[in-house]
């Protein structure tokens, strides 16, 4: 009798091995006041999206290396929230010249980290959905791929000169700019090709 109700119960809520688990989260008052008010403002549909988008941002940002608040690493980068005035402050301090050569040395650098970190080419077009995603958890923007056409909406900092050679860097390109305020376009003139593996 008791078999068979357990049976009945597991057809009812349609157990099986491979379905989603019920899990319990215990929230103090101030974080359900706060989570409720996300919803309530529509910022967030609902607690479980947002759980489940904060999962997300955690396993791509690699949040379990954090060291401390405020800086943690990501495969072999260190990485820091950073303002991002401080940055345009940084870069204004810069030759205008020099800034297509210090957005190379920059995407150079952050193809290492990529290559290391998520174990691919950066070079290879079919990669680049991986990067994406990466550069837009990291908080550098949008990045799409149209035809011949690289397009960067929302970037952090809005000159297409770092852009063109920190792209150029990363992807192993040549880039032409063809709009000079985000959203960002630059055309792919050429692309260095990778022997096949």
């Not at 009798?1 to 809520?13: A, D, I, P």
């Not at 319990?24 to 947002?50: A, H, S, V």
């Not at 800086?71 to 800034?99: D, H, M, T």
């Not at 070079?123 to 960067?152: C, H, M, P, T």
Request: proline share 5%; aromatic share 10%.
């Amino acid at each position: 009798m008791q078999e068979e109700k357990k049976k009945r119960l597991e057809e009812m809520v349609g157990k099986n091995e491979e379905s989603t688990r019920r899990t319990t989260i215990i929230l103090d008052k101030d974080e359900r006041d706060f989570i409720d008010q996300m919803i309530k403002e529509g910022k967030e549909p609902g607690i479980k999206p947002l759980i489940s988008k904060m999962l997300d941002v955690y396993r791509s940002m690699m949040i379990y290396d954090w060291r401390f608040p405020g800086e943690y690493y990501c495969g072999i980068s260190r990485i820091a929230f950073v303002n991002v005035e401080l940055l345009n402050i940084l870069i204004q301090q810069l030759p205008k010249e020099k800034w297509g050569k210090i957005g190379k040395e920059m995407g150079v650098a952050l193809k290492v980290s990529m290559e290391t970190t998520l174990g691919l080419q950066a070079a290879q077009r079919e990669n680049w959905e991986s990067i994406f995603k990466r550069l837009r958890v990291q908080g550098f923007g949008d990045f799409y791929l149209k035809d011949k056409y690289l397009l960067l909406k929302t970037p952090f900092i809005a000159y297409p000169e770092l852009w063109k050679g920190l792209l150029e860097g990363l992807f192993d390109v040549e880039l032409d700019i063809k709009t000079s305020v985000p959203p960002l376009v630059f055309e792919i003139k050429t692309q260095k090709q990778l022997p096949a593996q």
